[in-house]
């Protein structure tokens, strides 16, 4: 993205300093039995207003990753992600 004063959201004189306060809560965990993986992530992550168009307020993310081996030369996979 190039610099462009077009793409500041700031309402009023664009000309300054911004500063933007953001969080992220981060949490995952796995679990594993019998060549069973079961992996799972979430994020929550918010800030207190936007700067840029591409800047977020409140964004969160899932995602879950499954795998099966069998014996050590095969592995199958799945993985689901959310927004």
Do not use: C, P
Not at 42 to 53: E, K, P, Q, T, V
Not at 66 to 81: E, L, N, P
């Amino acid at each position: 993205m190039t610099e462009s004063l077009a793409e500041i959201v700031v309402s009023g004189n664009q000309d300054g300093v911004y500063e933007r306060k953001f969080h992220t809560v981060r949490v995952g965990a796995t679990f594993a039995m019998a060549g069973f993986t079961l992996m799972g992530d979430y994020a929550n992550s918010g800030a207190n207003h936007a700067i840029l168009r591409t800047d977020f307020q409140d964004r969160q993310r899932t995602r879950i990753r499954g795998f099966y081996t069998f014996k050590q030369w095969f592995r199958i996979a799945a993985r689901a992600s959310g927004r």
